[in-house]
T-cell receptor, first 112, second 115 residues
Framework: GNSVTQMEGPVTLSEEAFLTINCTYTATGYPSLFWYVQYPGEGLQLLLKATKADDKGSNKGFEATYRKETTSFHLEKGSVQVSDSAVYFCALLNTGGFKTIFGAGTRLFVKA | GAGVSQSPSNKVTEKGKDVELRCDPISGHTALYWYRQSLGQGLEFLIYFQGNSAPDKSGLPSDRFSAERTGGSVSTLTIQRTQQEDSAVYLC?????????????FGNGTRLTVT
């Protein structure tokens, strides 16, 4: 079946550090891949997406590249800020499907 | 415009009672989803609506759980005879259509506590 695996948290970084949150997936077909973010006290919101292999999604300084050969969609940011502290969810939506499948989420703490 | 609205935001109930959770999706969004987020867990899919019909109810944990959607808009998730393991945040999301180019728009959730 389809599934998403992401690195366990929490991840604690100092401000301006480099961030990587690993995400790998298992899917039949050619899914679209997403990163959602949940800021404290807020609902989940889309951060970025990529719909086909080698696409790079980007938003707010975050990037993720759809790697079909490694079935990965790692989230990166070159310099994190305190305001990036949140829970990040990797997700997939498979071809012809309607059910978005989420990873367990990774909590990020950024210290000033 | 308004986002996805869920009510109540918090609900505390006694074990064995029934509860109803409400979701108002974004106007015009035909697809509506319910997920459950338990402490330390990811998002667990419960049910999906396209219009008023539910093609996939596979995620409902037991027959105590049911959901309906009327007028292609508001949805209600009902949990009968609540148990302590039902305690979680119940999230509703909507999208213009359930396809690869339609990311989900989430509400802020209903935090359910069963005592």
């Amino acid at each position: 079946g389809n599934s998403v695996t992401q690195m366990e948290g929490p991840v604690t970084l100092s401000e301006e550090a480099f961030l990587t949150i690993n995400c790998t997936y298992t899917a039949t077909g050619y899914p679209s891949l997403f990163w959602y973010v949940q800021y404290p006290g807020e609902g989940l919101q889309l951060l970025l997406k990529a719909t086909k292999a080698d696409d790079k999604g980007s938003n707010k300084g975050f990037e993720a590249t759809y790697r079909k050969e490694t079935t990965s969609f790692h989230l990166e940011k070159g310099s994190v800020q305190v305001s990036d502290s949140a829970v990040y969810f990797c997700a997939l939506l498979n071809t012809g499907g309607f059910k978005t499948i989420f990873g367990a989420g990774t909590r990020l703490f950024v210290k000033a | 415009g308004a986002g996805v609205s869920q009510s109540p935001s918090n609900k505390v109930t006694e074990k064995g009672k029934d509860v109803e959770l409400r979701c108002d999706p974004i106007s015009g969004h035909t697809a509506l989803y319910w997920y459950r987020q338990s402490l330390g867990q990811g998002l667990e899919f419960l049910i999906y609506f396209q219009g008023n019909s539910a093609p996939d109810k596979s995620g409902l944990p037991s027959d105590r759980f049911s959901a309906e959607r009327t007028g292609g808009s508001v949805s209600t998730l009902t949990i009968q005879r609540t148990q302590q393991e039902d305690s979680a945040v119940y999230l509703c999301a909507s999208s213009p259509a359930g396809d690869l180019n339609s990311p989900l728009h989430f509400g802020n959730g209903t935090r359910l506590t069963v005592t």
